[in-house]
């Protein structure tokens, strides 16, 4: 892992989001790095983010989290593509297409969770990330992102 | 619409969620009503809950909004399917098994943003709603969630 997050690279005019954005100050703030051929993201909740049952995490809160790691990561590998390195060119910023979530079991409070992103598809402007979503090396909900680049102003 | 919501009937230890529970007090407690066939929702999102762009409303906000939204109508569904009226007997409360989620346009903040479900499956402890998303009658965002019934404690 480097200690400059996917997110740390983002255009200022796109990082106010709740989820991932550096300049939001309400935000979530999420981090996402490189781990080899995978993303990974690891998130502690504050305690108000429960699911219905006190002992659980929120699920919205979960595909919040796969959709910010998925748009991190979707960014950091279109940037790995052209052959680059973080921060030689401004970092592409992607848009959600679609999002999907498969809860398998309840996942904990009290834990670090762990994202773990894997690029299946990379094309033109598109990119899909698979993400798994674990707690205690245990996976708690699975997750497919379509992500879309936002086209780039000239100049960039 | 009636005045009490579908959220207001949730058992007390189901009712922490951040998104709908009612016992939540750091939450976003969204409500959710029957309007004819379709079950309804407005909510009004907080400034700090921007997309990367901070016109937009963030993502995971969205993908927040249809769960939580899509467990209410599940339970509320189960309620109307049994022949009984909201009260009648304790709410079922749902977990989502899976959420999917099309972003068809950006959301744009400073809007009331509408909620609508309609169940398209209802079987044994298994429902199936789609939801719409929209802002100023335009459909922004559309959602299915497969939602399973927790098993009830003997005597509930």
Request: aromatic share 8%.
């Amino acid at each position: 892992m480097t200690s400059k997050a996917f997110q740390d690279y983002y255009p200022d005019e796109f990082a106010h989001c709740y989820g991932c954005g550096r300049l939001n100050e309400n935000g979530l703030q999420i981090k996402s790095y490189w781990d080899g051929d995978e993303s990974v993201c690891l998130f502690t909740p504050e305690p108000h983010f429960t699911g219905g049952f006190p002992g659980n995490m929120y699920g919205g809160l979960i595909a919040s989290l796969i959709d910010c790691h998925g748009a991190g990561t979707a960014s950091a590998a279109k940037i790995r593509e052209l052959g680059l390195s973080m921060g030689e060119k401004p970092s592409s910023r992607f848009v959600t297409a679609s999002l999907k979530v498969d809860f398998i079991k309840p996942t904990p409070m009290g834990k670090v969770i762990e994202l773990r992103g894997k690029v299946t598809e990379i094309k033109e402007r598109k990119v899909i990330v698979n993400i798994t979503v674990s707690a205690d090396n245990l996976v708690c909900a699975k997750g497919e992102v379509v992500m879309v680049q936002i086209p780039e102003k000239p100049g960039n």
